[in-house]
């Protein structure tokens, strides 16, 4: 088990008269990841309306502003549970086995262009024997197709952007993963969370983008970009892309600071509590639908 603390400062200037908020900044609730203790803080005194997705079980926050500043503050300790299995013993899931909540995640999508890319897909990894690794070595080849650029993206570049450009972010990699994936008919779907472990050089620590795949009748982590850990991701948002789980989404004349976040991992071996590390095993933390599979 990991426990993992973390603190997300957020901070606006409304210079209209008012603005809307919809966040989606809190961990998710599943059985896997426990949030055994939060605590929401928002400056202005505006009535907050919460809303967890039954299917995903992200969790959205709304609220209406008023003019000067916000701060919004969320702090929380959670305690997650690793199912970890060999990945040569992983296999892909047949379409006709596929659970009706992962079928949405086999189709393009706004930034996931998979209809353009089946013959590459095909040609690159149609071949290789179905499972866990064939994912993995899409994965790999994603690594070694982007260069990880902060500031080479936007929030309009898609997974052919960054195809054809060969730069991005966390964000543009797990676009261009999920891609290759559903190109080949293997649901994969957009994750965010921190970036618990990146190096330091990359910059202050930040929201973080990786990808679900569903093999197996579980979904498994993956890190396309290779920049974090994923032994100590924190579920936010879970989505088709990036446009599903954006943490803020705004309307109305705001000015934004960048985020500030804080994530630790608590070790104690009496306890149970890991310190999250690279794993050469195949990892999950969403059974998803693995009861009735």
């Known amino acids: 088990m990991v426990r993992i603390h973390l603190a997300i400062d957020l901070q606006y200037e409304i210079q209209t008269p008012s603005a809307d908020f919809i ?21 202005q005194n505006v009535p907050l309306l919460m809303h967890t997705d039954a299917p995903t ?3 959205i926050l709304r609220l209406t502003a008023n003019n000067g500043p916000l701060t919004v503050r969320y702090r929380s300790t959670l305690d ?18 596929l659970p009706a909540e992962a079928l949405a995640y086999i189709f393009p999508s706004r930034y996931c262009q998979s209809d353009c890319v089946t013959n590459m897909a095909n040609e690159l990894f149609g071949n290789m024997p179905q499972g866990y690794r064939r994912v993995q070595a899409i ?16 929030s309009m570049t898609s997974a052919l952007d960054t195809l054809n450009d060969g730069k991005g972010v966390c964000r543009d990699f797990a676009h261009l993963m999920i891609t290759m994936c559903r190109a080949l008919n293997i649901p994969a779907r957009f994750t965010t969370g921190m970036d618990f472990g990146a190096d330091p050089a990359l910059g202050p620590a930040d929201f973080h983008a990786y990808v679900e795949a569903y093999v197996g009748h579980r979904w498994y982590m ?13 579920r936010l948002g879970t989505g088709r892309d990036a446009a599903d789980v954006s943490f803020a989404t705004i309307f109305g004349g705001v000015n934004t600071h960048a985020p500030r976040i804080d994530i630790s991992a608590e070790s104690n071996p009496d306890k149970g509590w890991q310190t999250p590390v ?3 095993e195949a990892l999950s933390t969403d059974g998803g639908w693995q009861a009735q599979a």
């Open 23 to 43: 966040f989606n900044l809190q961990a998710a609730h599943s059985p896997q990841q426990v949030v055994s203790w939060e605590q929401l803080d928002v400056s």
């Open 57 to 59: 079980r992200s969790r």
């Open 80 to 97: 997650i549970e690793h199912h970890v299995a060999d990945p040569d013993s992983v296999a892909e899931t047949p379409i006709a086995q």
């Open 139 to 154: 994965q790999q080849w994603v690594q070694s197709k982007v260069t990880f650029t902060s500031g080479a993206s936007n």
């Open 222 to 234: 993956f890190d396309p970009s290779g920049t974090a850990i994923p032994m100590g991701f924190v």
């Open 278 to 280: 690279h794993r050469t």
